[in-house]
């Protein structure tokens, strides 16, 4: 009788990867272009944190290494021992068979140089919004900047906060600021608690668990910052394994991608100071926004990666 093929957690069949025999691969290097080949042949997406099969393999292969991702160049010709080996065909093969986000495997992503904690209970970051705050927040910014003094920046929201990284990355850049930071998720809640306990910002940064503004009161505040669910139907039906492996919740915007963000765009008045804003990514709607929203003037704001993907509305404009 034939031997079953192994599948994944879905049913699908699992593929077969080429064997590696002792001293075959040797350095970094090595079993980084293995992973490469690797991930090529099985057509994994690539969109949470790394961008190509290649820095996704050297991110592996550095988190497991316990090096930094900067340091990779220095050490790619160092060679791996046995046991660190088997470790990194571990990973390759895990993020192969499994198709689980690279961050997943590790529990760690980068955003703008400094880690987080990530697992399942969180969607993996990779918000254009830090960027944004570096280029649009603060005094001779590249593009003009929409708040001049990052230090008269008081009280900052984060809408939907998952792990808590666009908070602590808030909280880092506007230093005299408390933050605010809400999500739905219980689980999410904990895995941001357990970032901003890690950064030493229990003091400036409170969690809230609830739907959007409905634990906050009446408060209100200079800046809010939102990476809410923005996924339609559509898209819903067609992301990819490794985005089936996060919180659905994370991604859901309703039929048209917009419900989330109507219920923001509605709300952020009554709890937006006079010369306050509201700045919120969207993804690829841009279209399905300016048409929902004619009569607001939303500045669309592109980064090195994207363009028109996140909008940036004052106060006085949302009425």
Same mark, same amino acid.
């Given at each position: 009788m034939a031997k079953p093929a192994k599948t994944t957690g879905r049913g699908r069949a699992a593929p077969d990867l080429a064997k590696v025999g002792p001293g075959e691969l040797v350095t970094l290097l090595d079993f980084v272009r293995y992973a490469v080949s690797r991930f090529v042949e099985a057509k994994l997406a690539f969109a949470h944190g790394t961008t190509d099969p290649v820095a996704e393999a050297a991110f592996l292969v550095c988190e497991a290494l316990h090096l930094n991702p900067d340091q990779f160049e220095i050490f790619a010709n160092a060679r791996v021992t046995t046991a660190e080996g088997k470790t990194l065909l571990?990973?390759?093969?895990?993020?192969?068979?499994?198709?689980?986000p690279a961050a997943y495997l590790v529990n760690k992503i980068y955003m703008r140089g400094l880690p987080f904690y990530v697992d399942e209970r969180v969607i993996v970051p990779r918000s254009f919004i830090g960027e #944004?705050?570096?280029?649009? /927040?603060?005094?001779?910014? *590249?593009? &003009?900047? #929409? +708040? =001049? =003094? $990052?230090?008269?920046?008081?009280?900052?929201?984060?809408? %939907?906060? &998952?792990? !808590? %990284?666009? @908070? +602590?990355?808030?909280?880092?850049? /506007? $230093?005299? @600021?408390?933050?605010?930071?809400?999500?739905?998720?219980?689980?999410?809640?904990?895995?941001? @608690?357990?970032?901003?306990? *890690?950064?030493?910002? *229990?003091?400036? +940064?409170?969690?809230?668990? !609830?739907? #959007?503004f409905a634990p906050l009161g009446g408060k209100r505040y200079d800046l809010i910052i939102t990476n809410p669910p923005y996924v339609d139907a559509e898209g819903m039906a067609a992301l990819p394994p490794e985005c089936r492996a996060e919180p659905k919740l994370a991604f859901d915007g309703g039929a048209d991608g #917009?419900?989330?963000?109507?219920?923001?765009?509605? =709300? @952020? $008045? =009554?709890?937006?100071?006079?010369?306050? !804003?509201?700045? %919120?990514? +969207? !993804?690829?709607?841009?279209?399905?926004?300016?048409?929902?929203?004619p009569e607001l003037p939303l500045l669309w704001l592109d980064t090195e990666d994207s363009e028109g993907e996140v909008f940036w509305i004052a106060a006085a404009d949302l009425g």
């Open positions: 571990d990973l390759i093969h895990q993020r192969v068979t499994t198709r689980k #944004l705050l570096e280029s649009h /927040f603060g005094a001779g910014g *590249e593009a &003009g900047s #929409l +708040i =001049d =003094d $990052p230090t008269a920046v008081e009280r900052v929201l984060d809408l %939907c906060t &998952g792990s !808590g %990284c666009l @908070a +602590i990355l808030a909280a880092h850049h /506007f $230093p005299n @600021a408390t933050v605010d930071a809400v999500d739905i998720s219980k689980g999410a809640l904990e895995v941001a @608690a357990r970032n901003v306990d *890690e950064y030493g910002l *229990e003091e400036r +940064i409170s969690l809230y668990h !609830g739907d #959007l #917009l419900d989330v963000v109507r219920r923001i765009l509605r =709300d @952020a $008045p =009554d709890h937006l100071t006079a010369d306050g !804003g509201l700045i %919120c990514e +969207i !993804g690829r709607g841009r279209e399905l926004v300016d048409e929902a929203f």
